[in-house]
């Protein structure tokens, strides 16, 4: 009897030991990811109010709403393609919903303007948001309601609401330009009195 239950105790540990090392089928579930599209003048300038915040995955600068394939900045800037500067923002709903993008794209936009921001001029730095699904059009216009009826300005509300058309990244050294040209960036902004608008509409 002692024989047989050492030999039951070696097959049990084998057993345990084989069972342990067999590789592991679960996954940590997968993050979920949605994308909002936001033009508020230069692209440079929008991704720091997007990249601060948390459930935000990344932001990427392009182009959108215009009538060319795969454009260039030079062709965008020259405003004959019909795109304008926008941001993509990808990020994760249950982290952060686009109402809340919402509010952060109002208050970092001009939209008493309609065919500039700041001291950029013309139709390819015109205020936009583009909308992927029903949901997110109806999101929008309340989330503009609430601006009109709560502004403190005198000027209508121009921002252009689109449905969301291809979108074209920059070219890359346009891509996290503030960090990567920290110096250069603040006295664009600065410059461009940016933040002395802002500051001028929403306080």
Not at 54 to 59: E, F, M, N, R
Not at 175 to 199: A, E, H, I, M, T
Request: with cysteine; glycine share 6%.
């Amino acid at each position: 009897m002692k024989y047989i239950g050492t030999i039951g105790i070696f097959l049990i540990s084998a057993f345990l030991i084989i069972m342990n090392s067999q590789p592991s089928h679960s996954t940590a579930p997968e993050t979920q990811t949605a994308k909002a599209i936001f033009a508020g003048g230069c692209f440079w300038c929008m991704e720091p109010a997007y990249d601060k915040l948390d459930g935000v995955i990344a932001t990427t600068s392009g182009y959108t709403g215009g009538h060319k394939d795969n454009p260039t900045y030079e062709e965008v800037s020259a405003g004959g393609t019909g795109h304008t500067e926008a941001l993509e923002v990808t990020y994760d709903p249950t982290k952060i919903d686009y109402a809340t993008l919402l509010e952060v794209y109002w208050r970092n936009s001009d939209p008493t303007k309609a065919d500039s921001q700041f001291c950029d001029h013309g139709n390819q730095y015109r205020p936009a948001i583009f909308y992927s699904t029903d949901e997110e059009r109806k999101s929008i216009e309340e989330s503009k309601s609430i601006i009109e009826s709560t502004k403190t300005f005198p000027e209508d509300i121009v921002t252009e609401i689109s449905a969301a058309t291809k979108f074209y990244p920059a070219e890359d050294y346009h891509q996290d330009y503030y960090q990567k040209n920290p110096v250069r960036y603040k006295f664009y902004r600065y410059s461009c009195g940016r933040d002395q608008r802002l500051k001028e509409l929403w306080g």
